[in-house]
């Protein structure tokens, strides 16, 4: 198939494209490069854009014609959005409506949407399965939860199929140690973790030790990119064959403390990491785990790298070299 990748340049989409051109499909990448990084960017075609830009858009369509399209192009911080919710509506939800209208214009009718854990807010229970209500806490969330409803309308409108992929704690890195995270600013734990063993970071702050959990820090559901990007493979693969519009929770079903995470990695570095004990943040369920069951039945997929110390290794592989660049 040729696939088009919106925000290809990113940690997640471009692990996807080099997924996708090592499963034999011609990738399209477009990506404004405001968070995302063209040397990430494997293989394949670029094309340098904005969503915002509806020619641009038409352009893209008009000269490759894809099959069908995966959307990363998002903005994922969540503090930042309660600061900024306009910059998060603009993007995260506008710039989808030109997308989907450029794609019902060119007739392309399949779609990979990455959406998030965030659109359930505060778990009434774990894990969370497809079924759990869905209360967003914040823009960022709300800007997620609108994309999935807005999708379900252009199906029966347009005939649009697409898959809803709503991630808990993508983690890891690429295993042959050619891409990983590289979110400026960091804000995700295993990264920060690495970052204070490799000395680009002097400590990891540890936010609240009283939850309601074995060693009192908070619990979240890590899953490998790796892991993360064969679910969208086999989405793909679902709806070429005639498959119908699904919403899939993508987690490994087992979550780790951050104390855990600490831990493993000190074991796995051999690193001694200065931890500071700071309050806890507003809004921080002590457990956010997934049931990723109807994923498992439908689509078939089996997470391969959900042991947190494949998770962690990987990542640190990433870490060493960014950290050996960083000191040239």
């Not at 892991?227 to 899939?248: K, T, V």
């Not at 796995?268 to 997934?290: C, F, M, Q, W, Y």
Request: proline share 4%; aromatic share 8%.
């Amino acid at each position: 198939m040729k696939v088009l990748v919106v925000g290809g340049a990113g940690y997640i989409g471009s692990h996807m494209v080099k997924m996708l051109l090592a499963d034999g499909h011609q990738v399209i990448t477009f990506d404004d490069l405001s968070g995302g990084f063209r040397d990430a960017v494997l293989g394949g075609e670029f094309v340098e854009g904005d969503l915002a830009d509806k020619l641009a858009l038409d352009n893209v369509f008009a000269l490759h014609q894809p099959d069908a399209v995966m959307h990363f192009a998002s903005f994922i911080q969540v503090g930042e959005s309660v600061q900024l919710p306009d910059k998060y509506y603009r993007n995260n939800f506008s710039n989808t409506v030109n997308l989907l209208d450029t794609m019902t214009a060119h007739r392309v009718k399949r779609f990979i949407f990455s959406s998030t854990a965030a659109i359930f807010g505060e778990p009434e229970y774990v894990p969370i399965d497809e079924l759990h209500p869905t209360r967003p806490l914040n823009p960022y969330g709300r800007s997620k939860w609108m994309v999935e409803q807005m999708l379900a309308d252009y199906g029966l409108a347009f005939g649009l199929r697409y898959v809803c992929l709503r991630y808990f704690n993508a983690a890891g890195a690429d295993p042959a140690g050619l891409l990983g995270e590289r979110h400026e600013p960091e804000t995700h734990l295993i990264p920060l973790v690495l970052q204070a063993a490799s000395g680009r970071r002097p400590h990891i702050a540890v936010f609240g030790r009283d939850y309601d959990t074995p060693d009192g820090t908070c619990i979240r559901d890590y899953i490998h990119i790796v892991d993360l990007c064969s679910a969208h493979l086999l989405a793909l693969n679902m709806l070429n064959d005639g498959g119908q519009s699904n919403c899939f929770n993508l987690g490994n079903g087992e979550g780790f403390s951050v104390q855990q995470v600490i831990d493993a990695t000190q074991r796995i570095t051999g690193k001694s990491i200065r931890v500071v004990d700071a309050e806890r943040r507003a809004g921080d369920p002590a457990r956010l785990v997934a049931d990723a069951s109807r994923a498992r039945r439908v689509l078939g997929w089996v997470p391969r790298h959900a042991e947190l110390d494949a998770i962690i290794e990987d990542a640190w592989r990433w870490e060493r070299t960014t950290a050996g660049h960083s000191n040239m």
